[in-house]
């Protein structure tokens, strides 16, 4: 445990001094690359981008904190997102947030207590949750598609404050309650402490599975308000929302540095990976790149990414 304890420091220095380099590798090669690169308009879609993702993978983060995963939440963000639209579009904005916020939670609940009080496996629990969740979408929304959101709604996705969008406020918002939560609250450090030994955090007299059922419920919640704010940017909702943003969760968690295997990691790594992800898609994009190899990019900076951390864990280890 010592010994751990003591490696921890250059484990963290590792993935910060990685990332960062990262980061300023693809700034600089893209604004060699485009004379549009760094143009403001850009710059503030990047950012927009960015937040929005790791609204996105903020509650992945947290549960893959405890050696879990959320298959669900791409799932459970889209039928939050319909459900709430169809309150929000007939005036009743604050009924339809606290609806869509209610369903995440309770989607949440439910897959942290076949995990902890049931004992199903995460990956199968979430992932019979994501074809529930993509069920119910589908039945609710009868092949419909629901739009036309008042202003004050949608300013949540694309509005500005001083030139800044609003997801972008809201997404450092919450970097900083998280970062704050892992770091000087019981329940955050029991998160960690799960995810480096269940058993032993049991044998000390933890809760695990309340905290367990705790962090996917907040997964949910998070889930639920991703979407409000990915409705409120595109003015639409319907059945296939949320259908393509797990994957780039995944990615942008892995690209933080946060373990699959848990106990390692933090919600500022994720915030940095969703930059980076946010960057490689923008600069494809200006380069022209087709998707396909969009895609074939996109899984290789991850394998990377994941295989440069290993390296990195069993040399030191």
């Not at 809201?170 to 402490?193: E, N, P």
């Not at 968690?253 to 933090?266: A, E, I, P, Q, W």
């Amino acid at each position: 445990m010592i010994a751990a304890v003591q490696r921890l420091p250059a484990e963290v220095a590792f993935v910060v001094f990685t990332r960062a380099a990262v980061v300023a590798a693809l700034v600089i090669l893209l604004a060699f690359a485009s004379p549009h690169f760094l143009t403001s308009d850009n710059l503030v879609i990047i950012l927009r981008q960015a937040a929005l993702q790791f609204l996105m993978s903020a509650g992945l983060t947290l549960v893959v904190l405890t050696g879990g995963i959320d298959l669900s939440i791409g799932a459970v963000l889209g039928l939050s997102a319909c459900l709430g639209a169809a309150l929000i579009a007939k005036g009743l904005v604050a009924a339809g947030i606290a609806a869509a916020l209610l369903v995440g939670l309770a989607c949440g609940l439910v897959n942290g207590a076949l995990v902890a009080y049931v004992g199903i496996p995460a990956f199968i629990a979430t992932y019979g949750m994501l074809w529930m969740a993509h069920g119910l979408g589908y039945v609710f929304m009868k092949g419909e598609v629901i739009h036309g959101f008042a202003p004050g709604f949608r300013s949540l996705g694309a509005g500005f404050v001083a030139a800044i969008p609003v997801p972008v406020l809201i997404a450092a918002g919450l970097l900083a309650v998280l970062h704050v939560v892992l770091h000087l609250t019981r329940f955050g450090r029991a998160l960690y402490a799960i995810g480096g030994n269940p058993v032993t955090a049991r044998l000390t007299g933890m809760p695990v599975k309340r905290y367990l059922v705790a962090v996917y419920g907040l997964s949910g919640v998070l889930a639920a308000f991703a979407g409000l704010v990915v409705i409120a940017r595109v003015n639409a909702a319907d059945s296939g929302t949320g259908e393509e943003l797990l994957l780039t969760a995944i990615a942008a968690v892995c690209l933080g540095g946060t373990s699959l295997f848990g106990g390692v990691g933090g919600i500022a790594g994720t915030a940095v990976g969703a930059l980076i992800l946010a960057l490689v898609v923008n600069g494809m994009n200006m380069l022209g790149i087709a998707t396909f190899w969009q895609a074939f990019a996109m899984g290789a900076i991850v394998i990377l990414a994941v295989l440069a951390d290993v390296s990195f864990k069993r040399r030191f280890s």
